[in-house]
């Protein structure tokens, strides 16, 4: 498996960015280098030590920019109850229930190799199901708040 890993890497870094597509790289978000502004975009595979995001605007333009790798968050491929995408690193609340008690809590969206899903903590897998049935809501992310 990370034989094959190292194999698409490579592969990916021998391509010109006119020829990657949204279904070799993932969606991703991170703050920009130079603004420390959060841009959105799909990763590129390191250069150099220098990590790129290629960024796609409304009308199609395509541009790149460095990127703070330790911000680098990918897509969980949900989005909350709002309609908000929900990245890695997000914090979101839920709400569950003992009794006749409602708790709300504050978790870190992670990824969970033992489980093999993305999670709310260490315990709640992200699936539209419990997003709706635990009102998942983001509350901000690791990074700003």
Known sequence: MKNTTRLQLKGLKEKKMEQLNATEIAKCRAKDLKTGKWIYGYIMPPNDEEFLMVCVDETGYTSSRNVIQDTICSFTG????????????????????????????????????????WMAGEFKRLTPKSIINEGIRIKGNIFDN
């Open 78 to 117: 949900v989005c909350d109850i709002d309609g908000t995408p929900i990245y890695q690193h997000d914090k979101v609340s839920r709400i569950s229930k003992r009794g006749d008690v409602l708790y709300t809590t504050i978790e870190e969206v992670i990824f969970s190799k033992r489980e093999n899903a």
